[in-house]
């Protein structure tokens, strides 16, 4: 998986929407349930990583596979998304080009 730009766009897509997840589910309720706001402290600034490292492996991704602009706007979009990065990896992995 980690041999090709594509390979390496699927994994780190895969890793900013868990971070999203853990964002969303966890740390926000842990914050404004719990009144603890370390986590989100923590979390959000994983995710704000591999965030910036979702959008330049799909940079690269892009001009290694020759991705359709359609498909780059579609992969932006769903990074906002919850659970959105896992139904684009499941698009791409049928469909890498």
Do not use: C, N, Q
């Not at 959008?55 to 959105?84: D, E």
């Amino acid at each position: 998986m980690l041999k090709t730009a594509v390979g390496r766009f699927r994994f780190i897509a895969l890793l900013e929407g868990w971070s999203f997840l853990i964002l969303l589910f966890i740390a926000m309720p842990i914050k404004y349930l719990g009144g603890w706001g370390l986590p989100v402290t923590i979390v959000g600034a994983a995710h704000g990583g591999l965030f910036v490292l979702y959008m330049i492996a799909l940079l690269l991704a892009t001009i290694s596979a020759r991705w359709k602009l359609g498909r780059v706007v579609l992969a932006v979009l769903l990074s906002f998304v919850p659970f959105g990065t896992f139904w684009l990896d499941a698009r791409i992995k049928r469909d890498p080009a």
